[in-house]
């Protein structure tokens, strides 16, 4: 990917531990500008923390952080005219977020109230896959999205896993649509695909 290229949406899927993350920040980094970025990861217990504390410290002090949960593409919205770079880190951590909130499992955790309207994980999805595909043209905003690639395994065995995997390939084939480019990260080697 060459940095003179903007206003693109730069699609990362792979593996867990396969090098998404690294790939989207190396690649973002090449990129001029002012730079977001958007951890959806909630810090719920001492693990997640050092997981956090580790992605912090890989991003230098040039990155402006955002801790979003849930509402994802209205920080997208409301940040995207001070950044030249925005990456998404990660859409799976979304999608499970959501579905603690939508699908009420029974876990102990500080996600905010949803807004009226939103019953579903495909709400999400389709409010944030609609604001994916209506691009600012006066804009030369490069946003990286960064996925899980869950379903090469075995079919899990219980419903909610089984939900989960479902829509998490739904939701990266409609992103992987939208997108510009798309590269597929497997043992810290990135192949682009799209």
Excluded at 114 to 136: C, K, Y
């Amino acid at each position: 990917m060459s940095p003179e290229q903007g206003g693109k949406i730069i699609f990362i899927t792979g593996g867990a531990r396969s090098g998404k993350s690294a790939f989207a920040l190396r690649e973002s980094s090449k990129i001029p500008g002012r730079k977001a970025y958007i951890a959806t990861a909630e810090v719920l217990d001492a693990e997640m923390k050092a997981r956090v504390d580790k992605h912090r410290a890989e991003r230098d002090s040039g990155w402006d952080t955002y801790e979003e949960p849930l509402e994802i593409a209205g920080v997208i919205n409301e940040i995207e005219d001070k950044y030249s770079v925005i990456v998404v880190d990660c859409l799976t951590l979304w999608l499970s977020n959501i579905l603690h909130k939508t699908e009420n499992i029974n876990v102990e955790n500080s996600l905010p109230e949803m807004q009226p309207g939103r019953g579903s994980p495909e709400d999400f999805i389709r409010e944030f896959t609609d604001r994916l595909e209506v691009p600012d043209t006066t804009k030369d905003l490069n946003l990286f999205i960064v996925s899980n690639e869950i379903g090469m395994g075995i079919v899990p065995g219980n419903r909610l896993a089984r939900r989960f995997r479902d829509i998490a390939g739904f939701l990266n084939q409609e992103v992987a649509a939208i997108a510009d480019d798309v590269y597929l990260v497997t043992a810290g080697i990135p192949v682009k695909i799209k």
